[in-house]
């Protein structure tokens, strides 16, 4: 297996620069993941492929402001993307700019001071702030998006899902975007129940492998939570014969994840809550342990993620379908059209 086997040919006008309206009128491209079957739908439609019983896994993480500006004593602008907060007042940010050695210290226009405290890998930097920075989000932070993304959001809660509640996150939980209010009514009178996880997101995410061999790459450490409300629901799920649908890859990490640490063997095994880092690396001949189907938007070429949903589906089968959305005009990555799989 080489990461070449997972690249494509991706027209950029396929990239979606902006998110439809209203969510829920994304296409969905439904794919039978054991005959390869597929079916091209409307995401609302998604009601006539869920049942009874099933548990959608959401991911609750909301996304902060988390590109802000600041000044040097020369007073040269530097951009710091805040990816990872270690405690209070101590991140790990992305920097651009030239000089940002250990000790330097900046002004965060119209916030506080912030001192470089560590040179990590490449433009990475380990930065405290003199007083906690969310009290200034509001006023200095800017939302993130992706690189591929070059038009303006308009409105910034268009990168969030409609049930994002915990803030941590340098990225959304794309494959969440496509859900409405209106429509998780519909689900929850059809039987479908609800269960929350927290994955924060990072924008490694987005990061290509760039070793030859997938199986060198080093993946990307996140932090999760499955609560026991959650664990609760999924064992009831199981025990009942529901099908446990993971919407995004957020949900499926954290669900494996859990699933690990509560040594998941077979149907009869209880999952447990979990808390903590993971950097869980799923690619093909990972054996699912939770999830039964999941819901994600298309991803990016030689990706982490691509390698995820194939070794969920089988690499050609996922390889097949994504030439298949390029031919009918599907709209890809985060403000793109969804895939059900099932």
């Known amino acids: 297996m080489k990461t070449s086997d997972f690249d ?23 794919l039978d993941r054991k ?3 597929l079916e091209h739908r ?7 492929y869920l049942h009874s019983g099933d548990l959608l896994v959401l991911n609750q993480t909301r996304v902060i402001p988390a590109r802000i500006f600041a000044r040097k004593a020369t007073g040269g602008r530097v951009e710091l993307l805040l990816l990872r907060r270690a405690d209070a007042l101590t991140w790990e940010a992305l920097v651009g700019g030239k000089g940002l050695t250990n000790g330097k210290t900046l002004t965060v226009e119209g916030g506080p001071q912030v001192e470089i405290v560590e040179a ?81 997101v ?16 080093k993946i990307h450490t996140e932090w999760c939570e499955l609560p026991q409300a959650s664990a609760d ?48 690396y799923i690619i093909p001949g990972y054996e699912y342990k939770l999830v039964d189907a999941m819901i994600t938007n298309f991803h ?18 996922i390889l097949n379908a994504y030439q298949t959305a390029i031919r009918e005009g599907y709209r890809f990555f985060s403000f793109g059209d969804a895939m059900f799989i099932a």
């Open 120 to 200: 990590l890998e490449g433009s990475r930097r380990r930065i405290r702030f003199q007083t906690p920075i969310e009290p200034y989000f509001p006023i200095v932070g800017h939302v993130p998006l992706p690189p591929y993304i070059h038009t303006e959001l308009k409105d910034p809660e268009r990168y969030q899902t409609v049930y994002a509640h915990e803030p941590g996150s340098a990225a959304a939980p794309t494959a969440g975007l496509h859900f409405t209010p209106r429509l998780f009514d519909l689900l929850l009178g059809m039987g479908v129940r609800l269960a929350y996880v927290t994955l924060h």
């Open 300 to 317: 990016l070429p030689k990706s982490t993620l691509l390698m995820l949903v194939s070794a969920f589906a089988g690499r050609e089968t």
């Open 233 to 280: 629901a999924i064992n009831a799920t199981r025990a009942a014969g529901g099908r446990i649908i993971a919407v995004g890859t957020t949900s499926v990490r954290t669900l494996e994840s859990a699933a690990r640490q509560s040594e998941i063997e077979n149907q009869k095994s209880k999952i447990v809550s979990f808390t903590g880092n993971t950097s869980i």
């Open 35 to 37: 005959t390869g079957g």
């Open 42 to 48: 409307i995401f609302r439609d998604i009601t006539a």
């Open 202 to 217: 990072g924008l490694d995410t987005f990061a290509p492998v760039t070793e030859d061999d997938p199986a060198q790459h």
């Open 8 to 30: 494509y040919p991706l027209p950029p006008a396929s990239i979606a620069q902006t998110p439809i309206e209203p969510r829920d009128s994304s296409r969905l491209l439904v």
